[in-house]
């Protein structure tokens, strides 16, 4: 691979400026999207999906941990294999500390469609802490396209899906997969694929993860 051409400083601050302009012309696109996304429709989530894990079994509605919004890491990890996708291992390595996004209304949760037997020790390995559940025994993975099929064998797929909660009803509100999730883990780049989005700093500013109240 060819290295970057050799200038002056005054010729670098020339292109970078020519870069920073289309930078910024992204920066205000994505703002739309951002927006628009906001805007999609939404719609229930009729099945009661049950889950397993740490606590024993768990509804979709329990994976809110009582907050608004929900997003689950569609983590590859099937019923057969002995160890997670080492993609979605490298994914998850991303994602900052709760706290951030629990401060801002905002469960996460990895589900995989391993039994949740399989799922704890390469928690454990991994040294993770981020609420991890098995979907093994019910639909959930097949009926947000994290496990598809593909010439007639059942594939999985990693992903990311969002989740609003009104009182004790569960709505789906967006869904990205596959190569959507390059670019994605950081407390922003997560809220921003979400009905609330991201809330306004001021009293709400980011703080250090041990100073947030519960």
């Known amino acids: 691979m060819s290295l970057p ?6 010729q670098w601050r020339a292109a970078r400026e020519k870069l920073l302009r289309k930078e910024e012309a992204v920066s205000r696109a994505q703002e739309v999207l951002s927006a628009d996304r906001r805007q999609l429709p939404m719609v229930e989530v009729d099945p009661e999906y049950i889950f397993e894990g740490g606590d024993g079994k768990a509804t979709l509605l329990d994976l809110f941990e009582g907050r608004a919004q929900l997003i689950v890491h569609h983590f590859m990890f099937a019923p057969q294999w002995v160890a997670g996708c080492p993609c979605c291992s490298a994914f998850l390595d991303q994602v900052g500390h709760l ?3 629990r401060a801002r209304n905002t469960a996460f949760a990895a589900v995989s469609q391993a039994p949740f037997t399989r799922i704890l020790p390469f928690k454990a390995r ?3 802490t981020v609420p991890w559940y098995s979907s093994c025994h019910g639909d959930f993975n097949r009926d947000f ?3 598809v099929e593909r010439d007639g064998e059942q594939v999985e797929r990693p992903g990311l899906s969002c989740f609003l909660r009104e009182r004790d009803q569960v709505f789906h509100t967006y869904s990205v997969y ?3 999730l390059d670019g994605l883990g950081t407390v922003a780049g997560l809220l921003d694929l979400t009905a609330l989005g991201r809330r306004p700093y001021g009293s ?3 703080r250090f993860h041990d100073e947030y109240e519960n």
């Open 99 to 101: 706290a951030h996004l």
């Open 5 to 10: 051409e050799i200038v002056s400083r005054e």
């Open 178 to 180: 596959d190569d959507g």
């Open 145 to 147: 396209e994290a496990t």
């Open 126 to 128: 991994m040294g993770w």
């Open 204 to 206: 709400d500013r980011l």
